[in-house]
């Protein structure tokens, strides 16, 4: 009798176990669990950003940033009066964020917002064109 008592209660504690959980990469305002099929992939590291310069096609513009270096960064977009139009949160190693945003055709600076990075070279452009 003991034995049929077992088996229900470790057949739930199975089934809890294996149930899906919550990403851990970053999860910032406009993350996301999976990147969307035209995201653009983005690697920071220390110091640097690659690709440093590259082109989307708006209006929606959608990065899937991820850390490859040992200390912490993110990636954001401002335009030319300096307003920030997009940004991950701070990344550790191995972290990965998707982020998205409504983007006018035109030239962007990307960076990392974190002190002195960008002027450590973490800084490069994006390139929009109309749809």
Known sequence: ???????PGLF????ACSAPTESTDGGGAGASDA????AISVTVSDF?????DFEA????????????GPTP???SVRNESGAELMA???????????VSA????????????LPGHESLGMIGTLTVSGS
Not at 1 to 7: A, D, E, F, Y
Not at 12 to 15: D, F, K, P, Q
């Open 73 to 75: 960064h993110n990636f």
């Open 102 to 113: 409504e983007l006018e055709p035109g030239e962007y600076t990307i960076y990392c917002s």
């Open 88 to 98: 991950t949160a701070d990344l550790t190693t191995g972290q990965s964020e998707t």
């Open 35 to 38: 990147p969307a099929a035209d």
């Open 57 to 68: 096609t708006g209006p929606t513009v959608t990065v899937e940033a991820t850390n490859d």
């Open 48 to 52: 640097m950003i690659e690709p440093n």
């Open 1 to 7: 009798m003991r034995t049929r008592l077992l088996i």
């Open 12 to 15: 739930a504690l199975l089934v």
